[in-house]
């Protein structure tokens, strides 16, 4: 072992049905305020180009929304981050839009419908916004994506040196694909993980596999949201993240591997 | 970086199964595209397909991966040796100890391309059959494979479009790195389907004709698809001197355009610049640079403008992709493991396709025999995703 995997919390952002930001998301963890549940709420953010915030599919809506959420609330420059993006699956209703139209008598698929079919659509997009030319690792590893995507941020801030921005994301699907993957809503969390502690840390995090089962929830309906939604495999870390305790927090990862997070303060 | 020894390679492309055929092509400069007649495809223009995928048959216990996709990464896995190189480094450091980073940017979406035409004409519900998790979701690729293989260390897919499957060795190398696994099974799977070939089409980036990189008048790429595999390890305390190392890996991002790279081929640049830095290498030790060299005007053009800044005029280069077509997400494996033969048996690969090549740089039309020390290899993809490996000889 020449670098362990652990990394420092400069910020955390969530969004999610009823969970607007990543203050609210804690203080429902913490059991201080009630989830009011409501769909997620998605816009097109600023920083994008007209053209493009206009043609803005839902998954790269949700994906700069929370990575701008972190970097706002970090007080960092996004465009000298190195960043990782994460997701179960690329934007529902536009893939569904290119199946039909293949399945079609007119098999013409519109460019820009093509060009938002791609997995690295919410990065592309992000280096063009915020105009960050760091390396950007895109990745999908299904309901174990959110773990996939913390072991390579944590790899990249351990071996590299440098800040990293984690930017996990899924988004529901249209019929018929939804009953093949019945992810009922949008949720994204994002964390600025760095090698140092920086002025505020939120606390320090190491990651290792396990073989032990993933912790649920005690409350029903956020087991229901963990279980439903890939992103959200990572809500028990991000309650003893929110309730400021310290442990060991077994995440969903594989099918046969785990992954054992040590949350620190 | 830390060198890394790329232990087995081997890669399955239009032009054979395994790296004979391959090797035996480039050295002859041979082409393995053909006029499409893919599925119902009605487009005019070449592909690289790789035959006899879909006689392929999966194991029962892994029926639910069932796709064209997963059919290739079979036979890709079966070839040279590699699936038994992989067991052999799981009884030294134990199934738990590799890792499985592929790059795909299609999975199996032709599975689910064909099962959109058997939707229920009343509920328009998908065909039973239809498995999500096996075949359309991107991970499909690297969970069959991790099965395929027994590994249960970490597992990811990485899709950045064009670069996927050379970025997972940066990925490979750096939880190397960290010490979190001692090997890694690395590489790409892309595959024929109807949402690439229409797609690149309706972008008016595909030729109607076998592709020409680097060509004065060249009009776009051939889509082909490819199986490409590598192990990854830590170099053993004696190497061969044909042994092949990674020695250097740099990513970027242009942080300019969706499906249009940089004009100036600033993030080509930056990446291959990263790629000399973590080799601890400058422009004048490559010996050769295989171009991600689409074929498209614009994406040469940037390439070009790039490679000169660095090299100037005076490193042999070429793109294959003449040879294999552009296989996408599984370009950057295949481009790594002909970088590996151009190191391994001394030969610097033509392009196949070019007649009339742009002026500015060493670009090589036919295929010379010499030794090469060190090869650079690029991948560039949609959304400005750029990575450089930098391979070397052990001796």
């Known amino acids: 072992m020449t670098a362990p995997l652990s990394a420092w919390i400069h910020s955390i952002a969530v969004l999610g049905p009823g969970l607007p930001d990543w203050p609210t998301t804690a203080a429902v963890l913490r059991g201080t305020q009630s989830w009011t549940f409501a769909p997620t709420v998605l816009t097109a953010p600023d920083l994008l180009p007209p053209a493009e915030r206009r043609r803005a599919v839902k998954v790269v809506k949700l994906a700069l929304s929370v990575g701008l959420q972190a970097t706002t609330a970090a007080g960092t420059d996004a465009s000298a981050l190195a960043t990782v993006f994460t997701s179960s699956g690329g934007d529902g209703l536009n893939c569904h839009q290119i199946c039909e139209t293949l399945a079609s008598d007119d098999r013409q698929i519109s460019p820009t419908r093509f060009h938002n079919s791609v997995h690295n659509a919410a990065a592309g997009y992000w280096s063009i916004a915020t105009g960050a030319t760091a390396p950007s690792a895109v990745l999908c590893a299904y309901d174990g994506s959110f773990g996939a995507g913390l072991l390579e941020a944590l790899a990249q801030v351990a071996v590299d040196k440098v800040p990293c921005l984690l930017i996990a994301y899924d988004a529901d699907y249209p019929d018929p694909l939804r009953a093949t993957r019945p992810i009922p809503d949008a949720f994204g969390v994002a964390m600025l993980l760095a090698p140092t502690p920086g002025e505020h840390p939120i606390g320090r995090l190491s990651a290792a596999l396990t073989t032990d089962a993933a912790a649920t929830l005690p409350d029903s309906e956020l087991e229901s949201l963990r279980r439903a939604i890939p992103a959200a495999r990572s809500v028990p870390l991000l309650a003893a993240i929110a309730n400021d305790t310290p442990g060991r927090i077994v995440l969903d990862y594989l099918d046969h591997a785990q992954m054992a997070v040590e949350f620190s303060t | ?395």
Not at chain 2, 168 to 183: K, Q
């Open chain 2, 1 to 395: 970086m830390t060198p890394f020894q790329i232990s087995r390679y081997t890669a399955t492309t239009c032009l054979g199964r395994g790296i004979e055929p391959l090797r035996d092509a480039l050295l002859a400069g041979r082409s393995g595209l053909k006029p499409c007649h893919f599925e119902t495809v009605a487009l005019q223009t070449w592909i690289g397909e790789v035959e006899g995928v879909d006689d392929e048959v999966l194991p029962a216990r892994l029926s639910a991966f069932d796709c064209r996709n997963n059919r290739l990464a079979q036979i890709g896995l079966m070839q040279d040796g590699f699936a038994q190189a992989v067991q052999d480094a799981a009884q030294r450091y134990g199934k738990d100890r590799i890792g499985v980073f592929l790059g795909t940017s299609t999975a199996g979406i032709l599975e689910t391309e064909l099962a959109y035409r058997r939707r229920d004409p009343v509920t328009g519900a998908l065909p039973a059959d239809f498995h999500y998790a096996g075949s359309h979701n991107t991970y499909s690729v690297g969970a069959f494979v991790q099965a395929w293989l027994g590994l249960t260390g970490p597992a990811v897919v990485v899709s950045s479009a064009c670069s996927s499957s050379a970025k997972v060795f940066a990925s490979a190398a750096r939880m190397m790195a960290a010490g979190l696994i001692d090997a890694a099974v690395v590489g790409g799977v892309d595959s024929l389907c109807l949402t690439t070939l229409y797609g690149f089409n309706s972008l008016e980036l595909t030729s109607p004709d076998a592709c020409r990189p680097f060509d004065r008048n060249r009009d776009g790429i051939s889509i082909g698809e490819a199986a490409a595999f590598a192990l990854l390890e830590r170099p053993a305390a004696t190497l061969a001197d044909d042994a092949i190392l990674l020695l250097g890996v740099g990513e970027s991002s242009d942080a300019y355009h969706m499906s249009s790279p940089h004009p100036e081929g600033r993030g080509a640049r930056q990446a291959m610049e990263a790629a000399l830095a973590s080799a601890g290498l400058t422009a004048a030790d490559i010996d050769y640079i295989n171009l991600h060299g689409t074929s498209t005007p614009s994406n040469d053009a940037a390439e070009g403008k790039a490679v000169a800044a660095i090299f100037g005029a005076g490193t042999p280069c070429s793109s294959t992709k003449g040879a294999t077509g552009h296989t996408l997400g599984a370009a950057g494996g295949v481009e790594a493991v002909i970088s590996a033969l151009a190191l391994r048996d001394g030969f610097l690969p033509a392009s196949a396709g070019t007649r009339d090549p742009e002026p500015g740089l060493d670009y090589l039309l036919a295929t010379r025999q010499q030794p090469v020390r060190r090869a650079l290899s690029n991948s560039f993809g949609f959304g400005g995703t750029n990575c450089s490996l930098i391979l070397g000889r052990a001796g």
